[in-house]
């Protein structure tokens, strides 16, 4: 279908073929008209391979059937058009056409996420896998990014609001290449970059940044510590400074990221109360240091479902239904990024990172 004839929020299925997922096969994007001129560029989530030994664990039935590991990164860039974070969003979420959502009628494009390399890489990966053989990785995440830029700017030659929004393993990407996005539409002065739930300690980002993922020079030259994310968004502000609204969510015990955090240091992908705690130290500290950036760096800090996985709470809470229905301080996800949106940033369960 054209887009020129598509209905207004309506979602189309954009192949775009200079694109590649993990092993190759088709990619595609989807895409959501809206109001020409108010534009959420979403980069999606879906795990991570940092390391050859990551790299055997892809997110595919084999790997659970046969031989009984989790899956670490999603593969599949041919995805339905009923993908999983437009049909979450429905519920009330940031994607749904629902009264309660602040931005239903913004356009949308989503980014499929499969290629394991937070939306940074430039390269390939040789490694052994589970079966014995050698395979091939394409850590190629930016480069997509950059053919899915040229089609964007297309469909969008001019915007007045654009929303750089990133959630799980784009949360941690949005930080490194939102200056890539922002470039495509330099005259557009009103920029928000969305970071949902993107913290995991790890002292072989720069590795991964350099030698697995092969990022380009700009974005893995800023990767100097355990927190990668913390190093993209310092280089982001050193270059843009306030130019952009800068805005961070996290829960305070996010399950996912203590589970990876777990499997990376010592190959459980498990919960427990030790990384709990350090877990909230650890993003306490982020925490400081994104205020310490600019006053305009908010922060939305939440525990939704904690009864259900207790130590662990949600991760991301921007894609359902607890973007309008969730409230921390009587506020919810919603109500905040349109406040932000409005010029006033805030900051928004901070207390949960003391108690």
Not at 81 to 108: C, K, M, R, Y
Not at 122 to 146: I, K, Q
Not at 163 to 183: H, L, N, P, Q
Request: one cysteine or more.
């Amino acid at each position: 279908m054209d887009f020129s004839q598509l209905q207004a929020g309506n979602w189309l299925k954009l192949y775009i073929p200079e694109a590649v997922c993990a092993f190759s096969g088709d990619y595609a994007i989807h895409v959501k008209k809206g109001d020409p001129k108010r534009l959420i560029f979403h980069l999606c989530g879906g795990g991570a391979s940092w390391c050859e030994d990551s790299a055997k664990w892809p997110s595919v039935p084999e790997t659970a059937e046969k031989y009984g590991h989790v899956g670490l990164y999603t593969v599949c860039g041919d995805p339905q058009p009923e993908v999983f974070s437009i049909v979450t969003g429905e519920q009330n979420g940031l994607h749904s056409a629902t009264a309660e959502n602040p931005f239903a009628d913004w356009s949308e494009i989503l980014v499929t996420y499969a290629t394991g390399d937070f939306h940074a890489g430039a390269g390939e990966l040789t490694f052994t896998g589970a079966d014995g053989e050698e395979h091939t990785l394409h850590h190629r995440g930016y480069t997509n990014l950059l053919a899915v830029l040229k089609v964007a700017k297309d469909l969008f030659p001019s915007l007045d609001q654009l929303m750089i929004y990133g959630e799980s393993a784009g949360a941690f990407g949005v930080a490194a290449v939102a200056g890539d996005i922002m470039d495509r539409w330099p005259d557009c002065g009103d920029v928000t970059i969305l970071s949902d739930s993107a913290m995991l300690p790890y002292d072989g980002w720069g590795d991964t940044a350099r030698r697995i993922w092969q990022c380009p020079e700009h974005i893995a030259s800023a990767v100097h510590s355990d927190n990668i994310t913390l190093d993209w968004f310092k280089a982001l502000y050193r270059k843009y400074g306030d130019k952009p609204r800068y805005l961070f969510s996290c829960g305070n015990f996010d399950h996912i990221l203590m589970m990876f955090w777990h499997y990376a240091a010592d190959g459980q992908f498990i919960m427990d109360e030790e990384y709990a705690a350090a877990f909230r130290r650890h993003l306490t500290a982020m925490c400081r240091e994104l205020k310490a950036l600019s006053p305009r760096f908010g922060l939305y800090i939440h525990d939704f479902m904690k009864e259900t996985l207790s130590p662990g709470v949600l991760h991301c809470c921007f894609g359902c239904g607890l973007f309008t229905a969730g409230r921390i301080d009587g506020i919810s996800p919603a109500e905040w990024l349109k406040d932000a949106l409005d010029g006033r940033i805030y900051d928004v369960g901070v207390g949960l990172l003391e108690n």
